[in-house]
């Protein structure tokens, strides 16, 4: 088990007119596609805890308040190969009941399938976290995996 959960189990991407954003339990993901030939020079990116905005060439493509906060310090873009942005935010809230249901507050959200494949994977990588003897990557889940599913921390082990 040397490569990340997500790694392991793939991720569960929202698609979305510029591109697609995805999560753990720690992060959100953010993928624009933008012109081959893009320079770093043309990307304006403001990251804050409760705001995202991203315009390039002057033209802008995202700009709202996150659909939760983020530590502002720890997010970071890339602009990779001159035609993708990666922006990585940091949650402030990381455990699996915090499944983020947009990205931005009303836009983006994912739809009700891809919703609930976000929720199942970040239950699982919770099981992996208090379980790191075992591979969760591969597993399937039924039952009550909303906010993070059944709590087993009380249990005597």
């Given at each position: 088990?040397?490569?990340p959960f997500e790694e392991r189990s793939g991720l569960v991407p929202c698609a979305?007119?510029?591109g697609r954003w995805y999560q753990t339990m720690e992060e959100v993901f953010v993928e624009v596609d933008v012109p081959?030939?893009?320079r770093a020079k043309e990307v304006?990116?403001?990251l804050q805890s409760r705001c995202l905005s991203l315009s390039v060439a002057g033209k802008e493509v995202l700009k709202g308040k996150l659909f939760d906060s983020t530590i502002a310090d720890e997010a970071t873009w890339t602009l990779e190969?001159?035609?993708?942005?990666?922006i990585i935010l940091t949650k402030t809230n990381r455990d699996a009941g915090n499944c983020w249901r947009s990205l931005l507050e009303n836009e983006?959200?994912?739809d009700p399938w891809v919703q609930d494949q976000m929720q199942r994977k970040l239950t699982l990588e919770r099981f992996q976290r208090e379980n790191p003897g075992f591979d969760f990557s591969g597993a399937e889940i039924s039952g009550n995996y909303s906010k993070g599913g059944p709590d087993f921390s009380s249990f005597e082990r």
């Amino acid at each position: 088990m040397s490569a990340p959960f997500e790694e392991r189990s793939g991720l569960v991407p929202c698609a979305t007119p510029w591109g697609r954003w995805y999560q753990t339990m720690e992060e959100v993901f953010v993928e624009v596609d933008v012109p081959q030939g893009t320079r770093a020079k043309e990307v304006q990116c403001s990251l804050q805890s409760r705001c995202l905005s991203l315009s390039v060439a002057g033209k802008e493509v995202l700009k709202g308040k996150l659909f939760d906060s983020t530590i502002a310090d720890e997010a970071t873009w890339t602009l990779e190969d001159q035609k993708l942005i990666r922006i990585i935010l940091t949650k402030t809230n990381r455990d699996a009941g915090n499944c983020w249901r947009s990205l931005l507050e009303n836009e983006y959200a994912a739809d009700p399938w891809v919703q609930d494949q976000m929720q199942r994977k970040l239950t699982l990588e919770r099981f992996q976290r208090e379980n790191p003897g075992f591979d969760f990557s591969g597993a399937e889940i039924s039952g009550n995996y909303s906010k993070g599913g059944p709590d087993f921390s009380s249990f005597e082990r």
